[in-house]
């Protein structure tokens, strides 16, 4: 990590600034080529293959560029400074208030899907959804169904609902925390087909949490923080009231807690219950069937 005089010392001059001097303090700094030519190409608003060709452009802003690559070599994560994360082919706004997107969350969205590709107009629960990213991919991937989505924190129900109108996504969005976010909605209308979560599930000791310092803690970790597990098992719990007789509950967790989720959906009356992994072949995914409420 680089401290700030070492950041400034070698800066280039706003008249030597073209591209290739800047890649290459970016590179000074440790910083990755793809993360800096990406930063880069945000900043002068062009696409990263242009910079491949351009080496002696000029870069007006390099002031601009320089606290990017200072705070990139800090270890703030790209996503944040771009504002943006692909996830599950949509291109979502992400602010610090809410959790980065990754690849392995498309596990559950993928599954979702599977289960859901024959229902005609399902009626679906995002619970926790931070920017947005499972709603809007399940809205777009099942047109028909009726998606609502939660989230305590206002600050990411912003965000989530900016990226709904952005992507013109239709997703019901609702204040408050996991099911009693839906606990307005009348009877019939709150009853789901499907619900999918991805809880905070790190204990508070957890050796993955210095790498997503930057990264909103109530997103990773449960308050109550024994051991991971308490906002998991909340889901579970409460998860029978508010599932239709069939309906599916589809949960991220960390891939040590596989055994601990399944035996819990069973213990509630879920059947069917399995495991998926994510895209390095880890557990990553739990859910089970409800057969009756």
């Known amino acids: 990590m680089a401290d700030e005089a070492t950041v400034h010392a070698a800066a280039p001059s706003a008249q030597s ?15 990755a080529r793809l993360d800096a030519q990406l930063l880069l190409a945000h900043v002068l608003g062009c696409a990263r293959t242009w910079l491949l060709a351009h080496d002696d452009a000029p870069v007006p802003n390099a002031g601009t560029v320089e606290k990017l690559w200072a705070r990139r070599a800090a270890g703030e994560p790209l996503a944040y400074l771009v504002g943006q994360r692909e996830f599950h082919g949509l291109a979502l706004r992400v602010t610090p208030a809410v959790l980065i997107p990754r690849p392995d969350t498309e596990t559950v969205v993928d599954w979702a899907i599977e289960l859901l590709r024959a229902e005609g107009r399902p009626r679906v629960a995002d619970l926790g959804t931070g920017s947005g990213a499972i709603a809007l991919a399940l809205k777009r991937a099942l047109p028909g169904a009726d998606v609502h989505a939660c989230d305590n924190c206002v600050a990411a129900l912003d965000v989530a609902r900016d990226n709904g109108r952005r992507l013109g996504l239709a997703v019901t969005w609702h204040p408050g925390s996991w099911w009693q976010a839906f606990e307005s909605l009348a009877p019939e209308c709150g009853v789901f087909d499907l619900a999918v979560a991805n809880p905070p599930y790190l204990a508070a000791d957890d050796p993955h949490l210095e790498a997503l310092r930057h990264e909103p803690r109530a997103a990773l970790v449960p308050r109550n923080v024994s051991d991971g597990l308490s906002d998991l098992e909340a889901l579970i719990r409460d998860a029978p009231a508010h599932l239709a007789p069939g309906g599916w509950l589809l949960l991220e967790h960390g891939f040590e807690q596989a055994p601990a989720v399944r035996e819990r959906l069973t213990t509630a009356g879920f059947d069917r219950v399995q495991t998926r992994p994510d895209l390095a072949g880890r557990p990553r995914a739990s859910g089970g069937c409800l057969m009756h409420r």
């Open 17 to 31: 600034a073209t591209v290739a001097a800047c890649l290459a303090r970016a590179r000074q700094l440790g910083i």
